[in-house]
């Protein structure tokens, strides 16, 4: 497991993408009636940010992920990544979920592959499989298959697979919701290591206020369904972040005051 260090040079540091969110609402159809999920949501990030996305169980962001990486679109609005609309998915814009949906009947470089062999660029560009393997400490596991990995393992397979497709943007949606918390804690060090090393765009829905604080650039807060902006922290903070830091704890109180838990914590 590879814990947090001291921040490594960016070696891609123009590889991460712009995004820009203007006015985008969105909704559902449910049981006849317009359920609304999101209302005026406006943000932009930077390239090569790392923001984390906050609210309410429920509130959209999930949705919101979705519509960034091109799987639905929205009522109104527009989402844009580097001056072009995103109008449908896109190799530089990569999802991770909360669960590793690996092929069970592939191995661990099998399922890295899938980006590649579906765009039939795996024959020329193998070792992009075997160089995503090595970078997530699974080189040694390529021949194993999902049921022999641990939560852990199985997480870093998915991000191998994400990271085959050289992504500009990758989006993350509660991708460490389901480790213990030890496996949580050295998942949190390896996705700065990757982020800081390969200098792409990082957008991430957690729900947990402290692991956004250690992450991020930026923390974003929305409020309850339908999903409106309350709060954009910066977290002015190097790397490695410690969880005693004063302004850490500050900005930590500041969130959960924002989404009505102050008085719980």
């Not at 123009?14 to 820009?20: H, M, P, Q, S, W």
């Not at 962001?61 to 979705?66: G, I």
């Not at 609005?77 to 590793?100: A, E, K, M, N």
């Amino acid at each position: 497991m590879v814990a947090l260090a001291e921040r490594p040079p960016v070696v891609q540091a123009a590889a991460g993408a712009r995004l820009d969110v203007r006015g985008v609402d969105h909704g559902f159809a449910l049981h006849g009636d317009y359920l609304p999920v999101l209302e005026e949501v406006t943000f932009g990030v930077e390239p090569g940010e790392f923001v984390a996305l906050l609210g309410p169980s429920g509130c959209g962001k999930s949705t919101l992920l979705r519509l960034v990486a091109g799987l639905d679109r929205p009522r109104s609005g527009r989402l844009i990544v580097d001056g072009v609309d995103v109008t449908g998915p896109d190799p530089s814009r990569v999802v991770v979920f909360q669960d590793p949906t690996l092929y069970p009947w592939r191995t661990v470089w099998r399922n890295a592959s899938l980006g590649l062999e579906a765009r039939g660029l795996l024959k020329e560009q193998r070792h992009r499989v075997d160089e995503a393997l090595d970078l997530v400490g699974l080189g040694t596991f390529a021949g194993a298959f999902p049921h022999q990995l641990s939560g852990g393992m199985a997480q870093r397979a998915s991000l191998a697979r994400a990271l085959v497709n050289d992504p500009r943007l990758l989006i993350l949606d509660e991708p460490l919701g389901k480790l213990d918390s030890l496996t949580r804690l050295a998942m949190q060090g390896e996705l700065n290591r990757l982020w800081q090393t390969r200098g792409f765009t990082v957008l991430m829905v957690t729900h947990d206020v402290e692991e956004a604080l250690l992450l991020s650039n930026r923390v974003i807060v929305f409020s309850d369904r339908p999903a409106r902006l309350r709060a954009d922290l910066a977290v002015d903070l190097p790397f490695p972040r410690h969880r005693d830091h004063p302004e850490l704890l500050r900005l930590r109180r500041e969130a959960l005051h924002l989404l009505g838990l102050d008085q719980s914590w």
